[in-house]
């Protein structure tokens, strides 16, 4: 058989270019103890029947619980169950301690939090090379339609947000040449802005320095932090250690870090020199943003947002 070697980093980097939902999938052991895992590897398969699927690895503590489970339920997460994802996610003996729950069709636990909820009687477990294929029949479901998904991309946690082109059509204005309620309203125009502004400083980071948004995060966080346990940084630059790691991965290739140890990133001179031309050159772009206001309404704009976070915090 012929098998093409790609380099897996670097494959998985290509993979993560195809955002996906977050769920954690669960179901009972042979014990009737509750395992979960998280993952983005859930897809439709079928309306009628009503077929789900998703892929397990192979090296999960908990395959055997998931190929042999008759019943297993798909909790889809919202965009407020980080914290969940990443409890899943790890290979910890108690995910479910601090978790909120109920039993489910054949005792698989539903989470009380979710997005949507599949709940599956496995209809198929197909070989997929390092991975078993699960297919379940869906049996019940709900959703909440008030609650936004959380989006995983390019090994970071991320939210779905309109794209700017739905956003900035040209302003509609009424016959007596007011703007309508939409383009006056705080929330669109901060979003406009933020994403205004993305749009412009994220193309020239990657340009004038070479780096993607996600190793922007990554340097930025480094600059005060230059060596820094890889848990610590998942969490403040919102990747999953997994994602941290392919981010990180490729940025080693780059020269810009490097591993202390497994768990540990250290800056390099290179990284140092990339971080301080990245955060010149971000801060010359607001310059060149905010160059039409005085020096008082810069800090009074700051001052007024920095009010607004900590109020809605
Ligand atoms: C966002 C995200 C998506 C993931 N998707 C999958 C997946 O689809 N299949 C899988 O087997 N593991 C996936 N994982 C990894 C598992 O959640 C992780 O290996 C977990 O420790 C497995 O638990 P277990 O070893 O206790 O069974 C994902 C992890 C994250 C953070």
């Known amino acids: 058989m012929s098998q093409t070697e790609f380099d897996a980093k670097d494959f998985r980097r290509s993979l993560s270019q195809f955002p996906t939902g977050v769920t954690v999938i669960t179901t009972l052991d042979a014990d009737g ?70 039993s489910g069709l054949g005792g698989a636990p539903v989470l009380d939090d979710y997005a949507a909820q599949f709940e599956c009687k496995t209809w198929a477990v197909y070989e997929g090379g390092d991975h078993l294929i699960l297919v379940g029949q869906v049996e019940q479901y709900r959703y909440n339609d008030a609650a936004e998904p959380l989006v995983f991309a390019r090994g970071s946690y991320a939210v779905s947000a309109q794209h700017p082109e739905m956003t900035n059509k040209p302003s509609a204005t009424t016959e007596n040449g007011e703007g309508d309620f939409v383009q006056d309203y705080l929330l669109y125009l901060l979003r406009a802005t933020y994403q205004n502004f993305s749009n412009q400083l994220y193309p020239r980071l990657q340009e004038e320095c070479g780096i993607t948004p996600e190793e922007w995060r990554i340097l930025a966080r ?92």
């Open 33 to 102: 103890n509750p395992v979960g895992v998280t993952a983005s590897s859930f897809n439709s398969v079928s309306m009628d029947p009503a077929l789900v699927l998703w892929s397990i690895d192979k090296g999960a503590h908990s395959l055997s619980a998931f190929e042999n489970a008759e019943y297993f339920a798909v909790n889809v997460l919202n965009r407020d169950q980080v914290s969940t994802s990443n409890n899943f996610a790890s290979r910890g003996e108690d995910k479910f301690a601090n978790a909120k729950y109920s």
């Open 222 to 313: 480094m600059i005060g932090n230059p060596v820094i346990a890889t848990h610590q940084l998942s969490e403040m630059v919102m990747q999953p250690e997994v994602g941290l790691k392919i981010t990180a991965d490729h940025m080693v290739g780059k020269g810009m870090v490097s591993y202390s140890n497994d768990n540990t990133l250290q800056i390099t001179e290179k990284g140092s020199e990339i971080a301080a031309k990245m955060q010149q050159l971000a801060l010359k772009e607001e310059a060149e943003l905010l160059s039409h206001l005085s020096d008082d309404q810069k800090v009074a704009l700051k001052d007024n947002l920095k009010s607004l976070l900590e109020k809605l915090n």
